[in-house]
Every structure is written in structure tokens, then in C-alpha cells.
């Protein structure tokens, strides 16, 4: 039982992470909006994350450095203390949306509490969480298993109780189809939400933390290759599970209005579990996003990235602030005063899930930095012990790194817009 524990922990942490809110909203609002049709794109998804994650595993192994300090030596400190900060800006942005999400299951569970109390008290949590242990990676490690696990099941749950169309499934899985005036917002948030670059980066760190080193490759790969499967089934889960209740005509204004749908077709008890998965994807990624652009801001100022310190630990606790405050600005944030009872609060879910789908797709446009410090990190032939990588793994990284940066291109395209 102790060897095979050993055989599982950091794509566990990262896979628990990728499910948060913004994929669980996200995932329900194309299953809603587009049926089975969209699941291909979940599974491309997590495949190239899958891909990065096993690189990613590779590097922690075998190189001698970290993956922003190899960044300062190619490139200089500067660039690698800027690098860092972007891509930390990414988690902060991340972070207001797990608020939002498990401010949202929350309320459904327990809807006479005031909405601000959860985001307030969640952080507080997480603060405690980060401060109270010295090593932080082994609570990571276990808890995050088991909500991995746990959503599982939970999810299941509900895509069981909504029967789905198996055949319309399995031709939505195969057959790549983009539906003529696709919401790239909600579709580039999809992508961004799954295949997250700067989980795939922190793999590298956790694998130093768990302590594993070249002889452990195979217990790496059957982590990766574990989680893997777990974070995509899920997603796509949820979005089968939508598709099954709510297309076609439906929409998802939230997450807390997919429980209530889920409320008048299943009963009462769907949409406690659901609510129960949702706020458990949403804390699970409270810590461990936090710790990620903790991480990356620690290693781009040089003082080594290491998962346990206090430094880390320190700006984590401020990556965690600056969600909680930024969510709480939006949850108090007043419809119009000429809007009436319904529309308000209509405009309000509105409000939320089109920050929850912007914050997804805008942590794609500060991947430029990232993009090139991975191909630094797979390219460079000193980087990993004199074990360079295959032609085709040379050649994923390729098609990896331009899917994301199109992906960013056109999100941008459509994205900027819409800012005003």
C-alpha cells in the first residue's frame, strides 16, 4: 500500500487544481449551449495538459536547476523576475474566480448567509492552512487525492441520474466541430481552464518536493498518466451532464443555477451533491493555485521555489487576499437602480459567470512569457542532464506551444472588445 502512495501525488495536486469553478461553470455552460458537440475539444485539452505534465515531470527529474532559474540564466534575472510575476499574475486571476465558486456552491447549500462571508472565510482558511503546517506538501499531496477522488464520484453521480446520450456522446468526443458564431469567450475559457500552463510548470517544483528522483520516472508517469484520466473524465462529466438536462435552449447563468436545474429534474439531492462537488473543486483549488503563483514569483526572484518556504508561503497568502477582495467587489458590486427584482438578479449571475469565463480566457494572453521559457527549459540540451528530448516529444512541444499562443491570438481578438 506505501509503494503504490508513492507512486501518486504531484499531477494529483495539479489535477486537482485544473478543476476548479471556472472549468466546472465553464464545462456546464457548453454543455448547455452546445450539447455533446464541444467534448472533443475537452479531451484535446487535457491530452496536451496531460503531454506538459509528463514533460514537466521529466525536467523536475533530471535537470539540475529550476524552471525560472534555468529562465535567469539563458535570459537574465530580470527577465525571470518578470516572467515570474506574469505568470503569477495568471493565479490572481484564477483565484477571485475560485471565490466566486465556492461563494456560489455555498449559498445554494446555505442561502440566508450573507454572500461575502464565504470568500472572506475561505481565505481566512486557506491562510491558516498555508501557515500552520511545515510541510505543506504532504497535506497537498493528501488532501488533494482525495478531493480529486471525491469529484469523481460526485460528478458521476449526477451524470448517471441525467442519463445521457451515449451515441451523441461518443460522436461529440470524435468528430472536431467549431459551431458557426461560437462564443470564444466561453469556448477559449474551456481551453485555458483545462490545458493551464503554469499548473504544468509547478509540476516540475512539486516533483523536488515530493522528493523523487531519476529511478522514480515510472512512478511520475503513472501519476500523470492517473490524474490525467481524472481531470478530463471530469470535465467531461460535467459538460455530458449539462448537455443531458439543459440542451437544447438551456443556459447556465452559474454554477448555482446549474444545481438549481439539476434540483427540478433529479430532486433535491442532486443538487446537494453537485453543490457538494463544486464547492470541493472550488477549495481544492483555493491552496494550491495560490501556492503555484507562490512558487513562480519566489523562483523568478532567485530564492529557489521551494514548495515549503516561508517566502513562498508569504506571497501566496497575498495572491490569496487579492482573489478574496477582488470577489468581494463583484459580489457587492448593485445591478442599476431602475432594474426590477428579476432582471437584477439576472444581471447579477450574469455578471459573475462573465468574470468567471474573462478570467479564464485572459490568463491565456500572459503566456508569451511562459511559452518562451518553455522552450528554453525543453531546448536547451544542458537543461536536463544531457537527455534531451525525442523528435516527437520535441515536436508536441511545438504543436503544444502553438495551439496555446493561437488560442491566445484569437481570444484576444475577441476578448479585447468586449472590455469596454
Not at 441520474?161 to 462564443?183: F, Q, T, Y
Not at 503554469?198 to 500523470?224: H, I, M, N, P
Not at 437602480?337 to 449571475?349: E, I, L, M, R, W
Request: proline residues 4%; contains cysteine.
Amino acid at each position: 500500500m506505501a509503494v503504490g502512495l508513492r507512486r501518486i501525488g504531484p499531477a494529483f495536486i495539479v489535477g486537482a487544481c485544473i478543476i476548479g469553478p471556472g472549468s466546472v461553470t465553464l464545462m456546464s455552460r457548453t454543455g448547455a449551449v452546445y450539447g455533446y458537440s464541444m467534448l472533443w475539444l475537452a479531451i484535446l485539452a487535457g491530452a496536451l495538459m496531460a503531454g506538459f505534465l509528463a514533460l514537466f515531470l521529466r525536467f523536475g527529474l533530471y535537470s539540475q536547476e529550476t524552471f525560472l532559474g534555468l529562465v535567469s540564466r539563458k535570459l537574465g534575472p530580470g527577465f525571470a523576475v518578470v516572467c515570474g510575476f506574469s505568470l503569477a499574475s495568471v493565479n490572481a486571476t484564477f483565484q477571485f474566480g475560485n471565490n466566486l465558486g465556492v461563494t456560489a456552491a455555498m449559498t445554494t447549500l446555505f442561502g440566508d448567509i450573507p454572500k461575502v462571508v464565504w470568500p472572506v472565510g475561505f481565505t481566512l482558511l486557506s491562510i491558516v492552512f498555508l501557515a500552520g503546517f511545515r510541510n505543506i506538501y504532504l497535506l497537498l499531496e493528501r488532501l488533494m487525492t482525495f478531493f480529486l477522488v471525491f469529484m469523481v464520484l460526485a460528478f458521476v453521480a449526477n451524470l448517471l441520474w441525467a442519463g445521457p446520450d451515449w451515441l451523441a456522446a461518443l460522436k461529440g468526443a470524435s468528430i472536431p466541430n467549431i459551431p458557426e458564431g461560437a462564443d470564444w469567450l466561453t469556448l477559449g475559457g474551456l481551453v485555458a481552464t483545462t490545458f493551464v500552463m503554469v499548473a504544468a510548470f509547478f509540476q516540475a517544483y512539486l516533483v523536488r518536493a515530493k522528493g523523487w528522483k531519476e529511478e522514480d520516472l515510472s512512478s511520475g508517469v503513472t501519476d500523470t498518466v492517473l490524474a490525467s484520466i481524472l481531470y478530463t473524465a471530469i470535465g467531461c462529466v460535467i459538460m455530458m451532464t449539462a448537455a443531458a438536462v439543459l440542451y437544447p435552449g438551456g443556459r447556465v447563468d452559474s454554477a448555482a443555477g446549474m444545481a438549481m436545474q439539476l434540483e427540478g429534474v433529479f430532486g433535491a439531492h442532486a443538487r446537494i451533491i453537485f453543490c457538494v462537488g463544486f464547492g470541493t473543486a472550488a477549495f481544492s483549488s483555493f491552496v494550491t493555485n495560490a501556492m503555484i503563483g507562490g512558487v513562480l514569483i519566489n523562483d523568478g526572484l532567485g530564492l529557489g521555489g521551494k514548495v515549503n518556504s516561508k517566502s513562498t508561503k508569504l506571497i501566496a497568502g497575498i495572491i490569496l487576499v487579492i482573489g478574496m477582495a477582488t470577489a468581494v467587489a463583484i459580489l457587492q458590486s448593485e445591478p442599476p437602480a431602475d432594474a426590477g427584482a428579476v432582471s437584477a438578479s439576472a444581471a447579477k449571475s450574469q455578471l459573475e459567470i462573465r468574470a468567471l469565463a474573462l478570467a479564464q480566457a485572459l490568463t491565456l494572453l500572459a503566456m508569451p512569457l511562459g511559452v518562451l521559457a518553455t522552450l528554453l527549459a525543453f531546448f536547451d540540451r544542458d537543461a536536463m542532464a544531457q537527455r534531451p528530448l525525442s523528435l516527437p516529444e520535441r515536436a508536441f512541444v511545438i504543436v503544444g506551444v502553438t495551439v496555446l499562443l493561437g488560442i491566445a491570438g484569437m481570444t484576444a481578438l475577441r476578448v479585447v472588445p468586449m472590455l469596454s
